[in-house]
T-cell receptor, first 114, second 114 residues
Framework: EPEVTQTPSHQVTQMGQEVILRCVPISNHLYFYWYRQILGQKVEFLVSFYNNEISEKSEIFDDQFSVERPDGSNFTLKIRSTKLEDSAMYFC????????????FGSGTRLTVV | DQQVKQNSPSLSVQEGRISILNCDYTNSMFDYFLWYKKYPAEGPTFLISISSIKDKNEDGRFTVFLNKSAKHLSLHIVPSQPGDSAVYFCAASDGSGGYQKVTFGTGTKLQVIP
């Protein structure tokens, strides 16, 4: 069964450093998303991406965040200068967008900012 | 601002019995609802969805009921199996087809006791 792949599974970084979280969505999917879940809290929307541009973003997704689909297969989330409160599980998801369906999520990247 | 609420953080059910997970929402613009299941160290997995034009959708052991006037939905699992033990997230979208951003509830941890 096709799956969304995320790397790394765990990333530890120092506060102020840049991190790039990587995702390979399912190949025939058209819509791509990043969500995050801070420990003990709900899964929160960060950004959606369609047709090579951001279609919607949340207030969490400020200037420190960016997304890119550089080569038609990878979908990356960059945090320019990490803060302690960025520590969370980050989930990538994708969708065909052709019918009633739910996202296919990756297994997540646990980001720990120290 | 909790637009999607799951008021029961946990639920225990005997194997073979029915599990009923509840969800309430406040945003009347939501017109598409989904349930996801999440195991530890994995991303959420889509289970079942329902659009606002329906009041029931069934898929095998899983049935989702929607009561628009009460802004309430529920997921019924029958018969419950030990492998159903997971965290269940209710989610809602205000776009048809579910490709809009999705707002998640805080989750209900279901334990099915053998």
């Amino acid at each position: 069964e096709p799956e969304v792949t995320q790397t790394p599974s765990h990333q530890v970084t120092q506060m102020g450093q840049e991190v790039i979280l990587r995702c390979v969505p399912i190949s025939n999917h058209l819509y791509f998303y990043w969500y995050r879940q801070i420990l003990g809290q709900k899964v929160e929307f960060l950004v959606s991406f369609y047709n090579n541009e951001i279609s919607e973003k949340s207030e969490i997704f400020d200037d420190q965040f960016s997304v890119e689909r550089p080569d038609g297969s990878n979908f990356t989330l960059k945090i320019r200068s990490t803060k302690l409160e960025d520590s969370a599980m980050y989930f990538c998801a994708s969708l065909t967008g052709t019918g009633e369906e739910g996202y296919t999520f990756g297994s997540g990247t646990r980001l720990t900012v120290v | 601002d909790q637009q999607v609420k799951q008021n029961s953080p946990s639920l225990s059910v005997q194997e073979g019995r029915i599990s009923i997970l509840n969800c309430d929402y406040t945003n009347s613009m939501f017109d598409y609802f989904l349930w996801y299941k999440k195991y530890p160290a994995e991303g959420p997995t889509f289970l079942i969805s329902i659009s606002s034009i329906k009041d029931k959708n069934e898929d095998g052991r899983f049935t989702v009921f929607l009561n628009k006037s009460a802004k309430h939905l529920s997921l019924h699992i029958v018969p419950s199996q030990p492998g159903d033990s997971a965290v269940y997230f209710c989610a809602a979208s205000d776009g048809s087809g579910g490709y809009q951003k999705v707002t998640f509830g805080t989750g209900t941890k279901l334990q099915v006791i053998p």
